[in-house]
């Protein structure tokens, strides 16, 4: 299909892991990326993967690529209250020119 | 160095009345972007400028909305003849480049609401 599918709500334990899932459209994206949005504030790009990579880490994230079932993850380690926030995955298609088709965006709630 | 500004941080409009958005991206950023977040829809893509030039105008919904981008610099987003559908959160974003990573930076945004 067209659209970029995430679930719609994540909830965890502070220090335990969160994984967020992206299905994506276009095998050929070059570039996929994560925003987090925190209430009230704009989106932050937290990281990104080229699409010849498999897996990038940086810090607590680990973002995971497989490109032959067009899936994206998001691992947080050791996830904190701070964490909590929508959290969108977004593609950049061949052909699109430069604009970022994003999902639908994942809110996780991070639980004491 | 200053983020992407986006003013007003709300506006409040009846239907039918016109608006301009503004926003101010990053010194130096030649690439600006227009998306806009509302419930029904998610975040979606309005326009793209490289320069003055907008080369990507395919997400702007309907001819009501128009944008304009002077200097290299400032863009205005105008919607004219607002409508009910047309609230959402407008978001800008900015990038030093178009190629590449590409890497946006974006704007707190404009809450438009329409009465």
């Known amino acids: 299909g067209e659209d970029v599918e995430q679930s719609l709500f994540l909830s965890v334990r502070e220090g335990d892991s969160s994984v967020i899932n992206c299905t994506y459209t276009?095998?050929?994206?070059?570039?996929l990326y994560w925003y987090k949005q925190e209430p009230g504030a704009g989106l932050q790009l937290l990281t990104y993967?080229?699409?010849?990579?498999d897996m990038k880490q940086d810090q607590r994230l680990t973002v995971l690529l497989n490109k032959k079932d067009k899936h994206l993850s998001l691992r947080i380690a050791d996830t904190q209250t701070g964490d909590s926030a929508i959290y969108f995955c977004?593609?950049?298609?061949?052909?699109?020119?430069?604009?970022?088709?994003f999902g639908t965006g994942t809110q996780l709630k991070v639980e004491l | 160095g200053a983020g992407v500004s986006q003013s007003p941080s709300n506006k409040v409009t009846e239907k039918g009345k016109d608006v301009e958005l503004r926003c101010d991206p990053i010194s130096g950023h030649t690439a600006l972007y227009w998306y806009r977040q509302s419930l029904g829809q998610g975040l979606e893509f309005l326009i793209y400028f490289q320069g003055n030039s907008a080369p990507d105008k395919s997400g702007l919904p309907s001819d009501r909305f128009s944008a304009e981008r002077t200097g290299g610099s400032v863009s205005t987003l105008t919607i004219q003849r607002t409508q009910q559908e047309d609230s959402a959160v407008y978001l800008c974003a900015s990038s030093f480049q178009a190629g590449g990573v590409n890497e946006q930076f974006f704007g707190p945004g404009t809450r438009l609401t329409v009465l």
């Open positions: 993967i080229f699409s010849n990579m």
């Open positions: 977004a593609e950049r298609r061949t052909g699109g020119g430069n604009k970022l088709t």
């Open positions: 276009d095998s050929s994206s070059t570039y």
